[in-house]
């Protein structure tokens, strides 16, 4: 009897201290920092953004599947991959998502990171704990390596991507989920790298002069990457200019977040999300920083958390959002890019 009390008390502990769905609508801790009167035709000032659920210990990488009608997104220390669904609430979708092979784990982050459909629907994951691309396969859970190395040398950790509409992929891969990062003895190669993985699997490496490049995404036109860069010492985003091969022709400093840094704003560049015109929704100091493909700055989505990610969902005029332990969700009059 004292048995089962005790397992019953630890199931009821462990059910305590779950992420959950909030019971009922609450707004998030959240205004809009407007800057330019631009911002009015992509974002109502007086929107309310939704806590939709929390208790993460830090949520990434959100991800809609329109023919689910679903969100998935991953919480990297939990080695979780979650789906939300309006009517349904939060679920488990993949427990373990990353790393799951014994007592020696390569990291300190053994969970996958950034999500992306692929152009047939089948999910893809910068797996972060495996140090890999993982592509799912659904119907058993199972997953197949797309690539784990460069030159014969371990990736460090892939940490986001993005698909073309002909399923070339670009994925970023800094050092997080090493424990130590740039030190860390597993660390094989010699920089952060952002990658191009073509569709018969041949991984060409287009940049490798940024320090811990982040969050990725591309322009409607795909013709400029942007990237994001979370040092601390240089926060900034980047926009490079491809030829139609995907190969980098030149690329410049769109925004530099430093001055933000100053003011002590929760967050660094990270994850993005793109609209139909173009703009950038990028997490980053202070909330998600909306800015111009020129780069100019119209606003910000202040949050009182640190934000890792952001992507368009629902009928597109959906922006969700994973700000540390919360999935939030505001609607936008701008559409993402794809709606």
Known sequence: MVRLLLLALLVLFSACNQPASSPTLRRATASIERMDDRLDALLDPQVLVEVLAEGFLWAEGPVWVAQDSALLFSDIPRNTVYRWKEQHGLAVYLRPAGYAAGDQPPGRELGVNGLALDPKGTLVMADHGLRQISRLNPEQFTKTALAHQYQGRRLNSPNDLVFRHDGVLFFTDPPYGLDGLDHSPRKELPFHGVYRLDPNGTLTLLIDSLHFPNGIALSPDERTLYVSRSDPEAPRWYAYQLDAAGNVISGRMLFDARPLMKENRPGLP??????????????????????????????????????????????????????????LRMRTRTKGKGF
């Open 270 to 327: 990270d994850g993005m999300a793109i609209d139909a015109q173009g703009n950038l929704f990028a997490t980053g100091p202070g909330g998600i920083l909306i800015l111009t493909p020129n780069g100019e700055h119209l606003g910000t989505i202040r949050l009182d958390r640190a934000a890792a990610n952001c992507a368009f969902g629902d009928d597109g005029h959906s922006l969700y959002i994973t700000a540390t332990d919360q999935l």
